[in-house]
């Protein structure tokens, strides 16, 4: 008897582990410019996160029983941008707090793996932020000097200089706020595109968080429709509201949000039309956060929303099937 | 480029690019097959209703006899490969389930010799197709539609294209290519019959560009008939599907549930025209066909004119093989069936026998498969634009019935969509057990 299996015979080599790991790979230059502009800290954070992500998707495993799918990297993934998603100022049981509940709660106890509703980080996100808005809303100044260079010296206290993020300026002060801060309006381009300013640690640097996303785009595990419709909306309701559209971009978790949140596969539409629909949602929902709600900021909420309507948008717009008339 | 002149032309939706493999058996010209000791042949080879048997246990047959009387409009006929003593008439296990077969002992001699070659242009379209029926000539390209109905569409049907498919785009086969390699002025003999049957003007004949030889003998061979046109195609799977390659050539849409006779088109494998040939000319029942074997445990990789009824386990005789073997597939890669006994025999669709070692085998394991993770990558492969996760979700759960929502029927089963899942999942298995289930 030989071994029996439907076709086809053969396969690509595309995996979910191979996936993830490239993902986490992308993910490498945002790590270390956390640490440049935050410091040992910043590092500390994201290696409790992800042991924290790790443990839990045991655990929860084997309580669940279900098969341990530690090696997809998966877990690695949502504790990265658990830690991503916060100051560098927080005390070390949020990120515990915030993995443990990403991944027991959002994820696993929804099914697991390609189950969840929402973006296990995100969820994570957001509980944290409500059960310590403090912690969670005090910003330090990045570094002035390279924070690799405390590395060695096991140095992880931070500075007591508290200040505010761009966008939480921008929404006290206005333009002007900002002009005073940064000196002129070029020089807070080019902190904000390099990262040079407060806000949580994964999120300041837009050129390392481009240059990952180049990496997914080029490896087609990330496709152009979200981040695409995402960027294009905020900057067209920039334009319309008389903001500065760049400094949105470049402000905030935008970056992050736009190419390696709204893209997680399992919480966002399946198709070319519905992943634009989705990046509108997410686009439009930031900006009336951004501009009229109560918070400086709004990435994590807007994907969220629509994360929740991405069953009914896959539902609505399909591909349209060869040879069927519509 | 020499095929300058030409539009290379493909279809837009889906698709995808598996290893070819075609290096292994292209260059190997066709052999004959040794005579097999015994031929097991089934009754139905074929789309429709199973020949009615016609030798029972303890004939002697002939070469070429009628063993198998084509039942029905939708049926073909079925004769004997090899002259012998009927040792069985048994329900047998072929690609995994159970058909009516006549099982043959070699016995006696080859009586047939040199057949007489009739001229094919006097012949009256009526005694064309008469030959075609009673040859029991039907789809070799996997399919089996017995060719005698294809070719007699309702007359409503108003047919004015004949598509020939030399795209063989599953990986591996190469039988097709030696054919037109080796076979170029019959095919195109076969061609011109086909057409003469159809009464169409046009005909397009479609070659993947991974066959560039085949391309340029076709078109040196065709300069002179103008209404015979070689088409090069894109290096894609399924180039080859009868919809993608409608669409690819002539733009038309096969509707949903429909043949392409809808679209007026009449689409015809390489093998089956040359086939059509012998039937014509020579009155050559269809009992033999070329077969691609190969697979990196096979010593004597080649492309084989075997005798239909032959059982893998000759061939293993005949070819060799080192090493333990893992799987047995019957057809290509992507959409052929693999056996579990050395007992299965060569069908006239048959187009090849792949031997795959334990390590290859392994390496697609279904039984492994994991959640799906919504990675969309099975939408953009799909030729038909289906949503081949939902339908592998909805299977998981068996839900044949929902699974008609999300167009189940209009599913080709080419296996791009398990191709490239990452999950590895075995969408296609579901596709199967819904269309068997939800009817």
């Known amino acids: 008897m030989y071994r029996l299996s439907v076709s086809p015979h053969i396969h690509s080599k595309a995996s979910v582990s191979r996936i993830m790991w490239t993902f986490i790979v992308a993910l490498m230059p945002a790590m270390a410019a956390s640490i440049w502009f935050f410091g040992p800290r910043a590092l500390y954070l994201e290696i409790i996160s992800v042991a924290t992500a790790v443990i839990t998707e045991l655990l929860t495993g084997l309580l669940l029983k279900k098969r341990i799918t530690l090696s997809d990297g998966s877990a690695v993934i949502t504790g990265l941008l658990v830690a991503f998603n916060m100051p560098v100022s927080v005390p070390y049981y949020v990120p515990i707090v915030g993995s443990f509940f990403g991944i027991a709660i959002v994820k696993q106890l929804f099914g697991g793996l390609g189950y969840n509703i929402f973006n296990p980080a995100l969820a994570a996100r957001v509980f944290v932020m409500f059960a310590w808005l403090p912690e969670m809303t005090t910003w330090n100044a990045p570094l002035t000097t390279s924070g690799f260079s405390k590395l060695a010296g096991f140095n992880f206290s931070i500075d007591t200089i508290t200040t505010a993020t761009p966008l939480a300026i921008a929404k006290m002060k206005g333009m002007a706020g900002l002009l005073t801060e940064f000196g002129s309006k070029m020089g807070m381009y080019k902190d904000l595109f390099l990262g040079k300013c407060p806000g949580c640690i994964g999120e300041t640097s837009a050129l390392a968080l481009l240059l990952g996303a180049g990496l997914l785009l080029l490896t087609k595990i990330i496709r152009w429709p979200i981040p695409l419709s995402y960027l294009a909306t905020v900057v067209l309701i920039c334009l319309l509201s008389g903001n500065d559209p760049i400094f949105h971009l470049l402000s905030g978790g935008l970056i992050l949000g736009a190419f390696f949140m709204a893209t997680d596969y399992v919480t966002s539409p399946m198709t070319p039309k519905g992943m634009i629909l989705f990046g509108v949602g997410c686009g439009l929902v930031t900006m009336v956060l951004r501009l009229k709600g109560g918070l400086p900021e709004g990435v994590s909420f807007s994907i969220l929303f629509m994360n929740a309507l991405a069953p009914l948008i896959d539902r609505y717009f399909k591909n349209p099937v060869l040879g069927v008339k519509t | ?439």
């Not at chain 2, 009387?69 to 329900?91: F, T, Y």
């Not at chain 2, 691609?292 to 070819?319: D, F, H, L, Q």
């Not at chain 2, 290859?360 to 990558?377: L, Q, T």
């Not at chain 2, 939902?390 to 929902?402: A, F, Q, R, V």
Request: with cysteine; glycine share 10%; proline share 5%.
């Open chain 2, 1 to 439: 480029m020499w095929y300058s002149g030409l539009k290379i032309k493909t279809f837009r939706t889906g698709g995808v690019h598996p290893h070819e493999y075609k290096g292994l058996t292209e260059e190997c010209s066709i052999i004959n097959f040794p005579v097999p000791q015994k031929v097991i042949i089934p009754l139905s080879q074929h789309i429709g209703k199973t020949a009615k048997a016609l030798v029972k246990k303890g004939d002697m047959v002939s070469e070429y006899q009628l063993i198998g009387q084509k039942d029905g409009k939708i049926s073909a006929n079925v004769h004997s490969s090899i002259p012998g003593k009927v040792v069985d008439v048994v329900m047998a296990c072929i690609l995994n389930y159970q058909v009516l077969s006549v099982v043959i002992q070699l016995e006696g001699e080859f009586k047939t010799g040199n057949l007489k070659k009739d001229e094919w242009e006097p012949l009256k379209k009526e005694e064309i197709l008469k030959r075609i029926e009673s040859a029991g000539i039907v789809g070799m390209g996997g399919a089996g539609f017995p060719t005698d109905f294809k070719l007699s569409p309702p007359p409503d049907k108003k047919i004015d294209t004949l598509l020939v498919n030399g795209v063989e785009c599953e990986p591996y086969l190469t039988s097709d290519y030696r054919l037109m390699m080796e076979k170029t002025d019959e095919i195109v003999e076969g061609i011109k019959i086909v057409k003469k049957v159809l009464g169409v003007r046009t005909v397009f004949l479609g070659i993947e560009l991974n066959k560039k030889k085949a391309i340029k003998k076709f078109k040196d061979r065709l300069t002179s008939e103008s209404n015979i046109h070689v088409v090069p195609l894109k290096v894609k799977y399924p180039q080859g599907g009868e919809k993608q390659l409608i669409k690819a050539i002539l733009k038309r849409q096969v509707p949903s549930g429909g043949l392409p006779f809808d679209v007026g088109v009449i689409v015809s494998n390489i093998a089956t025209v040359y086939a059509v040939r012998e039937a014509v000319l020579f009155q050559k029942p269809l009992t033999e066909r070329v077969v691609t074997v190969a697979g990196t445990i096979v010593e004597k990789c080649g492309n084989y004119k075997i005798r239909v009824g032959t059982t893998v386990s000759e061939v293993i005789k005949e070819v060799g093989i080192h090493g333990p073997i893992g799987k047995v597939i019957m057809g290509g890669p992507m959409m052929g069936i693999n056996v579990s006994t050395v007992e299965a025999p060569v069908m006239k669709g048959t187009s090849g026998i792949l031997f795959f070692s334990e390590k290859e085998a392994r390496s697609i394991d279904y039984s492994f498969y994991k959640p799906c993770i919504h990675c969309s990558k099975c939408l953009e492969a799909c030729p038909v634009n289906l949503n081949p996760s939902m339908l592998s979700i909805l299977g998981e759960m068996e839900k044949w019935e929902d699974m008609k929502g999300y167009h189940l029927q209009d599913c080709i089963e080419c296996g791009c969509c398990s191709f490239v899942c990452p999950s590895r999942r075995p969408i296609v298995g579901w596709v199967k057990a819904g269309k068997a289930l939800s009817a």
